[in-house]
């Protein structure tokens, strides 16, 4: 069976400050990992994924995430934050059933 | 275009009766999700419908709950006698492909109150 980890459940960060969300995924076999924003009053929107290939995936708003195989880690990443980053981020998990799964989210609250 | 639209966007009901909820995905998409996001959760897979295909309905929580999918678009996600664990955002989503890697988009969800 797969699961997601979010360890923070709220993220405050200062405005331009650097970030990092981080993801644990359980799962015995090869996964495809994903990374969802949703802002306040919106639906749930992908930021990135990663299917294959490079480990280092790059997505929308200057986020990027690395999939880690060997501690099973998907972190999400981003340089410099702004107000409009405030936002509920979850990370998901898709394995070898049909099922999505997701983590219970990290709220990230961007400090001006 | 047109994204995924839900209604209502707000349902508040009584404890023991049966409620609808409605989900029009984004034109032409073939596969259609349903999700339940309950207070400090994460989002929870309900069901599954791909094109003409059985849905796979693994994660729906008990017989109070089923789902339907009408001509390959509109579907509508039932609640029998709602208890008050029912209460949560019930999230739709539909994706173009029938592959499960393709992005899904998500609409804004119906927020049910059992009282």
């Known amino acids: 069976a797969q699961s997601v980890t979010q360890l923070d459940s709220q993220v405050p960060v200062f405005e331009e400050a650097p970030v990092e969300l981080r993801c644990n995924y359980s799962?015995?076999?090869?996964?495809?990992l994903f990374w969802y924003v949703q802002y306040p009053n919106q639906g749930l929107q992908l930021l990135l994924k990663?299917?294959?290939?490079?480990?280092l995936v790059k997505g929308i708003n200057g986020f990027e995430a690395e999939f880690n195989k060997s501690q099973t880690s998907f972190h999400l990443r981003k340089p410099s934050v702004h107000i409009s980053d405030t936002a509920e981020y979850f990370c998901?998990?898709?394995?070898?059933?049909?099922?999505?799964?997701f983590g219970t989210g990290t709220s990230l609250t961007v400090i001006p | 275009g047109a994204g995924v639209s839900q209604s209502p966007s707000n349902k508040v009901t009584e404890k023991g009766k049966d409620v609808e909820l409605r989900c029009d995905p984004i034109?032409?998409?073939?596969?259609l999700y349903w999700y339940r996001q309950s207070l400090g959760q994460g989002l929870e897979f309900l069901i599954y419908?791909?094109?003409?295909?059985?849905?796979?309905k693994s994660g729906l929580p008990s017989d109070r709950f089923s789902a339907e999918r009408t001509g390959g678009s509109v579907s509508t996600l039932t609640i029998q006698r709602t208890q008050q664990e029912d209460s949560a955002v019930y999230l739709c989503?539909?994706?173009?492909?029938?592959?499960?890697?393709?992005?899904?988009?998500f609409g804004p969800g119906t927020r049910l109150l059992v009282l």
């Open positions: 989503a539909s994706s173009a492909a029938g592959y499960r890697i393709e992005t899904q988009y």
């Open positions: 799962s015995s076999v090869s996964v495809y």
């Open positions: 990663y299917l294959s290939g490079s480990t």
């Open positions: 998901a998990v898709m394995g070898g059933g049909n099922q999505f799964y």
């Open positions: 034109s032409g998409h073939t596969a």
């Open positions: 419908f791909q094109g003409n295909s059985a849905p796979d």
